[in-house]
Every structure is written in structure tokens, then in C-alpha cells.
């Protein structure tokens, strides 16, 4: 049987197992009015029918008729995460009262522990001021604090990048090629990862960190070596030499270095490393390594016989004057303060500080860097461009510019060809780089496993150096493209008489000073602008 819970004028409530019923018996209540009922004297009530409601109270005389379904007095929600757990009351304002808390305190309690939650109740919630309906934060667990992944530092290998400034009357052109370290220098380092520190949900269940990532020390044993303190690995020299990478491995390559002059006290001088002078080469003498070269002394390089890096860059930080005899081959960048009378093959670029006289120059291009820099006399010979300040002189010094050019479209074609070449170089490098982490998170590889993570970490070496070259290349085909037509001849300053300049075969002579132009090839004609 029913059992009446309130009557007014307009509606009866009543419950039955559970359940609750409306019925009107005069028009004139409102939905507002009926909320306020509902949210004083009832809050236990979940209404299951808004339309039954609104029934009973437009067409009254009516019912009763279901409308809605007794709920818990206290509901607890547990997040997802079970970091956080809710408490919403359902009770009467009465019973909210501090002198009838104490009944409702143990049925919070109990129903906490229906749902489990155990650890980091807030007793301060219970004693405070509570609404019925209202959503709280009753328990906070602690959250797992993730481990920090590996952090690592190495030695830095600036791009070369010279430096062309005056100082009082003297010129200055400061390059630093070749990075020397001595045996036991610090060359890296990896802040190890961390584990981290679990963490505790309101249910009292461990909650477990993410490990920080482990990344690898990539280096060449053979020169380099390792040394772990106080969560740090740190690398070091094994031996006096020059800083390289190849890929990210660094490691320290074979380095000499004379502390004065190549002459009759040395011999010449051909090494298969990293070669540093400090003071100059001789006439008739040779200086010569497969790596980068550098010759430091202050006033150049006179007649030497022969200056070459076979498979490197050179600088020479005074210049050289080479008297019509001194010949210097490089496979990359040649770096040098000037170049007078002397013989340059390089497959690179030569980057000049401040003037070419009377040089015979073959190489990529051609930069006379210095805001007054010159070209005076000889012949330069470029694939891609030359640029100057002034090329020619007052004194009308015979002097040949031939740029050789390129087809734009068929460069543009190479840049798109290796551009696709390198995206699928870098996947198969990412594929290499979870192989190497899944073997770097063990530590407990079999003698087999520590063979085939040696060799994973070799071909990971050669194939970011792979990537490094051709990265290199498509920077270059990209500052090609720039080239104004198919080849040019860029004159800053001033171009003077007798100068002649050939760009693709075709041939212009300049007969008259002429301001800063450039010339260019484009429809099978030399144009400027």
C-alpha cells in the first residue's frame, strides 16, 4: 500500500516500494513551485518522468501516476583515475544539521567503503557546511610522479662561419675550423633517466610512474670513453685530437698540430688527420691531410709548393700570396683572408675575405665576403656564381669571370629527387631508433643481443651521416635555386674595363665602368639588372 508522504491543496506524494506518485487534485501549481517541494522536503527523489509531472499538474484533477524512483542518500563517484573521489547527499535539510550529522557521518563512511575508497579521505569535508545536491571532493589520492627522461648534452660543432671585420689598420678574417680537445677533456654527457615515484589512488592501489626514456650515448670507443657518477654518464677523451661526428657519434680523430712553421725543421708535412699550423708554410714547402686543414699565422702563406685537404675544408687565416707557383686543391669550403698569383682547384666553395689578385680559382662558387672586396686580374672559373664588390680595377687589369651555369629545371627536379630520398632515409632512421631503444632499456642482453645492438648502432652512425651529406646537398641545390637566371655574376660595387664576363659559353666584355650590376644567364643570353 501507498504510503502518503505530503499533501497540500493542488497535489498528493506518496511511495510504494521504491517508487514515487503524483497526484493533483486542483490546478494551480507550477513546475518551479513543484521543483521547490522536490529540492526541500525530497532530494532523495530521482525523477524518471518530467511528462508525467507536467500531466498531473495541467489536467487535475489527475492520477497518481509514476514519476520517479528513490535514490541512495549518499552517492559516491570514483574517477577514471581513482585520484579523486566525489560525495553527493540526497538527505533533507534536517538532517544536514550539526546536532543530526553524527548518523549521516557513519552513512558516508559506509558507502565510502561500498565503493572502495579508502586512502585519503577529507574528514574537514564532513564537519563543514553541507548542501543536500551538491557534488564534493571527499577523498584525493596522490598521483604518480613520471620519471624525467634522459637528458643529453655533447660537444658543439659550429657550421663554419668566418668572421670578416677591420681593427684599426689591420683586417682580420677569424675562422674556427678544427676543434682540438686533449686527452681526458669532457666531450658529452647524459643526465640518466629516472624511474619516478608511484603514486596512491583513493582505493588504496598503488599507482605505478612512467620511467623517464632512455636515450643512448652514441660514441666511438675507440677514442672516446665513458664514466658514470651520481645518475650522470659522462664522456671523454681518450686521446689528444680533433672533435668529429659522424651521425651523432662523436668520437676524436687523429690531430696534429706544428706549434711554429712546415719548413727544412719538419719536411713537408702530409698526415691522414686533422692538420693544424700555427705558423706558416714555406716556400716550396707542402702541407697536406685528408681532413680539415688550418693554417694559423698572422701574415699567410707565401710560396709553397702545394696546400691541400683531401677530404676536407682549409683555412688559412692570413692568406696566401703564392708567387705564380703555389697550387691548393680542397674537396670542400676553402676559408682564406686573400688570394694573390696562386692556383685553386675546389670542389667546394672558396670563401675570400677581402681580395683575389691575379688567382686562377675553379671551384662551386666564388664569395668575396668584405663589403670592398676584389677581383683583380686572373681567372675565375665557378659552376654557380661569383659575387664581389669591385671585379677589374682602374688600371684595367685583364681579368676573366666564367660561370659554367645549370639547367634550373633539371636542378629543381634533383632537389624534389632527393628531397623523397631523405624523408625515406629519416623512416628507415626512426625504425632504427625504437630498435636501439627497445635494446638500450635492457639490461640484460645476451652476448648475441649486445652484437646485433652494436651493429644496430653502427648502421644508426652511417646512415645519420648519410642523412648529414645529403642534407648538406640540398642545402646547397637550395641556395643555387636562388641564383638569379642559370648562373650569375654578382657585382656589388663596381665592375671596370677589361673585365670579361662568360656565363654558359656566352661571352660579354665590359668596356666602360659600370655601377653595381648583376649579370645573369636566362634565354640563352647574359641579361642585367
Known sequence: ????????EYIEISRDAGYFYIKSTAKGLSMEA?????????????IISFTAIKNALLNAPHGPVLF???????????????????????????????E????????????????????????????GSLSPSVEYLIAEGVPAINGTDAEIKLYEIQTPKPQVYDSGNVSHYELNLIHRVNKGDWLGERKNPTPGIPGKSV?????????????????????????????VTTLYAKKTGAVY????????????????????????IGFDGYLSV????????????????????????GAADQIGSRDGNIYIRGGIAGKGKTVLRCKKNLYVKFLSDITVECEGNVYVGFYCINANIKARQVIVEAPRGKIIGGTIDAEIRVSAADIGNVAENRTVIRVRGFNRSNLKMELDQKKLHLKELRDQLTQLKQHIHVYSCSSDLSEEQRIQFEELKNQYSDLKEQIKELEYELRNLTDDLKTPGEGAVIVRNRCYPRVRVEIKGIGEEITKETPMTVFYFKDNAIKTR
Open 203 to 231: 582505493r588504496g592501489n598503488p599507482i605505478p610512474p612512467i620511467p623517464g626514456k632512455w636515450l643512448p650515448l652514441l660514441y666511438d670507443r675507440t677514442s672516446v670513453y665513458e664514466e658514470t657518477k651520481d645518475g
Open 34 to 46: 513543484f521543483s521547490k517541494i522536490l529540492q526541500n522536503s525530497f532530494p532523495q527523489i530521482k
Open 245 to 268: 661526428y659522424k651521425g651523432d657519434t662523436i668520437g676524436v680523430y687523429d690531430f696534429l698540430e706544428i706549434n711554429g712553421d712546415i719548413d727544412f725543421s719538419t719536411g713537408n
Open 100 to 127: 543530526n550529522r553524527d548518523n549521516l557521518i557513519r552513512e558516508i563512511y559506509e558507502a565510502l567503503r561500498k565503493a572502495g575508497v579508502v586512502y585519503g579521505i577529507k574528514t574537514e569535508v564532513l564537519t
Open 1 to 8: 500500500m501507498a504510503l502518503l508522504l505530503f499533501k497540500n
Open 68 to 98: 520517479g524512483q528513490e535514490r541512495d542518500r549518499v552517492i559516491i563517484h570514483v574517477s577514471n583515475d581513482e585520484l579523486r573521489a566525489y560525495m553527493t547527499l540526497y538527505v533533507p535539510d534536517k538532517d544536514l544539521a550539526p
Open 278 to 301: 700555427k705558423g706558416t708554410v714555406e716556400d716550396n714547402f707542402c702541407a697536406v691531410s685528408d681532413k680539415d686543414l688550418e693554417i694559423l699565422g698572422e701574415y699567410g702563406v
